[in-house]
């Protein structure tokens, strides 16, 4: 009976260990419900960096959606939501940084790299070749040449006899 009982008490704690909580929210209206929704998607998981917040895990995105939750009880817009996390977290909260001279660079740098490459481009392929225009041979040097082709000229007779 132990034999049975023991396996069966380790598999029934394993089974009630792994369930997980479910986060419940209850609105008053489906247009809170919607932009629970909306901003679960639109705002960063600081910790994460690279989910939202609906799809992290983390303690901090589960303390965001609180905080999302309970303001939208307040009656509080998503702009206004938005503004306090941005403000507490910074820009980085958001998917879609605002246009400003910290977030310049991630603007406009990608616009920048490409007119760089294609001005790089344009400027490699207008420029012509050297062509070296002194191709003057002293004395010794055209002494050796005439060698060279006089044996080649030979062998060639040679090759051609045969």
């Given at each position: 009976?132990k034999?049975?009982?023991?396996?069966?008490?380790?598999?029934?704690?394993?089974?009630?260990?792994?369930?997980?909580?479910?986060?419940?929210?209850?609105?008053?209206?489906?247009?809170?419900?919607?932009?629970?929704?909306?901003?679960?998607?639109?705002?960063r998981?600081?910790?994460?960096?690279?989910?939202?917040?609906?799809?992290?895990?983390?303690?901090?995105?589960?303390?965001?959606?609180?905080?999302?939750?309970?303001?939208?009880?307040?009656?509080?817009?998503?702009?206004?939501?938005?503004?306090?996390?941005?403000?507490?977290?910074?820009?980085?909260?958001?998917?879609?940084?605002?246009?400003?001279?910290?977030?310049?660079?991630?603007?406009?740098?990608?616009?920048?790299?490409?007119?760089?490459?294609?001005?790089?481009?344009?400027?490699?392929?207008?420029?012509?070749?050297?062509?070296?225009?002194?191709?003057?041979?002293?004395?010794?040097e055209?002494?050796?040449?005439?060698?060279?082709?006089?044996?080649?000229?030979?062998?060639?007779?040679?090759?051609?006899?045969?």
């Amino acid at each position: 009976m132990k034999r049975i009982l023991l396996p069966l008490i380790l598999a029934a704690s394993a089974v009630f260990s792994v369930s997980a909580a479910v986060e419940v929210y209850e609105f008053d209206t489906p247009e809170q419900e919607a932009a629970f929704h909306q901003l679960g998607k639109e705002l960063r998981c600081p910790k994460c960096q690279n989910n939202n917040i609906a799809d992290s895990n983390a303690g901090l995105a589960q303390d965001l959606r609180a905080k999302v939750y309970e303001m939208l009880k307040q009656g509080k817009n998503e702009d206004e939501i938005v503004e306090y996390m941005v403000a507490r977290y910074g820009n980085f909260v958001t998917y879609n940084p605002p246009l400003t001279a910290s977030t310049m660079i991630l603007w406009a740098g990608p616009l920048l790299f490409v007119i760089g490459g294609f001005t790089v481009l344009v400027m490699r392929s207008r420029k012509s070749p050297k062509v070296v225009k002194d191709t003057a041979l002293d004395s010794e040097e055209q002494a050796r040449l005439d060698a060279l082709l006089d044996e080649h000229n030979s062998e060639k007779k040679k090759d051609d006899q045969a």
